[in-house]
T-cell receptor, first 111, second 114 residues
């Protein structure tokens, strides 16, 4: 089906482990984004990408790594998970100067 | 500094009453403006957007918003709310020249009561 999908929807991991959240979109949008949502903070941008092989830091990039080898995929990796990275993560995609479309989110718990 | 402010973290309202959710921004460049809605355990859905043209924009579910450039505001309104409007509402801004990133406010929880 067309759209933007995130996997997994739920993940529990241990402190210090590496974990990768997947994001796939079928619209061929040039822009893709990763946000985290925490109570009282709204959505904060972690990383974004303007095109394949072009990525840039957002507001809260520390502890995260992204790559974008293909236009449709934008995985987010937590290199060594910490409890402060427990959050809901949203991937989004969009075109220039207009709205972004959001996935259903991944609820990550670091224990 | 560029920022987005939603001063009201929670807004309780009775069903069929009107509601206004406030959004202000700070910017030295031109902007594109959006309102998103989030129902529990779901992603964000676009309600409406202002890109250019008429400053009064209409969206889905009977919502509308007005861009006021002099007051740097983009308040969301609905003349008569329904129980099903209970959700979290986010104002978001693209500051031009900043990489097409959406900057979000902290959200307003709208609770519609009988």
């Amino acid at each position: 089906d067309a759209g933007i999908t995130q996997s997994p929807r739920y993940k529990i991991t241990e402190t210090g482990r590496q974990v990768t959240l997947m994001c796939h979109q079928t619209w061929s949008h040039s822009y893709m984004f990763w946000y985290r949502q925490d109570l009282g903070h709204g959505l904060r941008l972690i990383y974004y990408s303007a095109a394949a092989d072009i990525t840039d830091k957002g507001e809260v990039p520390d502890g995260y790594v992204v790559s974008r080898s293909k236009t449709e995929n934008f995985p987010l990796t937590l290199e060594s998970a910490t409890r402060s990275q427990t959050s809901v993560y949203f991937c989004a995609s969009g075109r220039q100067n207009t709205e972004a479309f959001f996935g259903q989110g991944t609820r990550l718990t670091v224990v | 500094a560029q920022s987005v402010t939603q001063l009201d973290s929670q807004v309780p309202v009775f069903e069929e009453a009107p509601v206004e959710l406030r959004c202000n921004y700070s910017s030295s460049v031109s902007v594109y403006l959006f309102w998103y809605v989030q129902y529990p355990n779901q992603g964000l859905q676009l309600l409406l957007k202002y890109l250019s043209g008429s400053t009064l924009v209409k969206g889905i579910n009977g919502f509308e918003a007005e861009f006021n450039k002099s007051q740097t505001s983009f308040h969301l309104r609905k003349p008569s709310v329904h129980i099903s409007d209970t959700a979290e509402y986010f104002c978001a801004v693209i500051f031009t020249g900043g990489g097409n990133k959406l900057t979000f406010g902290t959200g307003t929880q709208l609770k519609v009561e009988l």
